[in-house]
């Protein structure tokens, strides 16, 4: 694959817009497969239990999405993109949206009137998973929100010490972005060892160093072939990508050995430190390989057809959904006064989906957008190995995709979902 046929641009990635909405979906029917007791209590209820995948997916994203304009900026010799700029999108695109869910449920969730200062404060400053027991009521999966804060802190660091300041060496890069591999099994062991709490320290961020770096890795795989620098074996991804229903059946296999006691527990009750590690691993690859007919390959029609308009635009609403659809089903049970555990599955599901995708996008509408639009305009031009400040949904893709579409392949405008959950639920 030369240089010429895949120019160094920061293409635009539509594709991976379908797995954001088809995390977000799956994320939303692990959570009312718990609240409903089907997870605890049918015999097929594991399959439930494992949509949690999605957090592998989104962090894997996150990784790929957030680093790959740092390698594009190594592999063609362009300035990187800037820190403060970076930080300062982060900021826009998560902030606003998170403070208002979090301010809506401390409020209208708290059982016993006001909720204390101290939650506010734990929950506005991401530090709600650094003591147990501090996740609060329709902010439980915001665990993954905080882990994800510490990644995107860390981003700008951990490209310098894998990119280097001289020549442009993939080879050496993803060695070193694949070595969050090694933090995590050295994390696992000293969970095994009793160092570590498996109930606390399962949400923080070296637990997941593997599925980072793994997106971090893909991503300078992804320039390596665009820019014709890649290692002749690293081709492999571009001939598993032609694949898709291969990839697709592997990946559904793993899934359903993850459904099996070998990935832990399906109710509240601590893995072992052998059951986390093995549920990690099971994740990292079944993300990946949903990944790759999506990303790597040349231009396949299933890649063209989960590049409608409509996944794209369910895909940028997905971090709206990942913040408020807990508030729905939360307010399902409160308002009908429904026990816990109980409740039919598919009207709960529906509800919860179609509650969350309106408030999603009234989010999305109201509150990201706007700030994103103003995000792009200050503090002036990214630099020119960030990619266009052009905010996403302006160029020419159809009025839902021009309006909710991203711009995948830049700093300035490549989006996280985190659409997570807790490892406890």
Request: net charge positive; proline share 7%; aromatic share 10%.
């Amino acid at each position: 694959m030369s240089a010429s046929a895949n120019p160094p641009t920061t293409s635009r990635l539509p594709a991976l817009d379908v797995l954001r909405a088809v995390g977000a979906a799956g994320v939303v029917g692990h959570h009312v497969g718990f609240a409903t007791g089907v997870t605890v209590n049918a015999g097929w209820g594991g399959w439930l239990a494992r949509l949690d995948v999605g957090v592998a997916l989104f962090f894997l994203l996150s990784g790929f999405l957030l680093f790959r304009p740092y390698a594009l900026a190594a592999a063609t010799g362009e300035r990187r993109p800037a820190t403060s700029r970076y930080l300062w999108r982060r900021a826009v695109r998560i902030l606003p949206a998170y403070w208002l869910a979090v301010g809506v449920c401390l409020l209208l969730l708290a059982p016993r009137g006001p909720a204390p200062l101290a939650d506010w404060l734990r929950h506005l400053t991401f530090t709600q998973i650094y003591q147990p027991g501090q996740l609060r009521a329709g902010l439980a999966q915001t665990w993954s929100l905080a882990t994800e804060v510490a990644f995107y802190l860390l981003l700008p660091a951990l490209a310098g010490l894998a990119l280097g300041r001289r020549r442009w060496r993939p080879v050496r890069a993803v060695v070193v972005t694949a070595a969050g591999i090694a933090v995590t099994a050295a994390w696992i062991a000293a969970m095994a060892a009793g160092w570590l709490d498996l109930g606390l320290h399962t949400m923080w961020l070296p637990a997941y160093g593997g599925w980072f770096g793994g997106g971090m890795a893909l991503a300078v795989v992804h320039v390596a072939l665009r820019t014709g620098t890649a290692p002749p074996g690293w081709r492999l991804l571009d001939d598993l990508g032609a694949a898709p229903l291969a990839c697709w059946s592997v990946a559904l296999g793993l899934f359903a050995v993850a459904t099996t006691p070998l990935a832990g527990p399906r109710d509240l009750a601590e893995p072992t430190a052998g059951e986390f590690g093995t549920k990690l691993m099971l994740y990292l690859a079944i993300a990946v390989l949903l990944m790759l007919p999506l990303a790597f390959g040349p231009g396949t029609a299933v890649r063209d057809a989960v590049s409608l308009p409509l996944a794209r635009g369910l895909g940028a609403v997905s971090y709206g959904l990942f913040l408020w659809h807990p508030l729905v089903l939360e307010s399902i049970y409160l308002g009908t006064g429904r026990p816990t555990f109980t409740g039919d599955l598919l009207t709960t599901f529906t509800l919860t989906l179609l509650g969350g995708l309106l408030l999603g996008t009234l989010s999305y509408a109201l509150v990201e957008r706007p700030l994103l639009r103003v995000a792009a305009r200050w503090p002036g031009r990214s630099g020119r190995g960030g990619g266009s400040a052009r905010p996403a949904g302006t160029g020419r893709t159809g009025r839902w995709s021009g309006r909710f579409g991203r711009r995948l392949g830049s700093t300035a405008d490549s989006q996280s979902a985190t659409t997570l959950v807790s490892p406890k639920s």
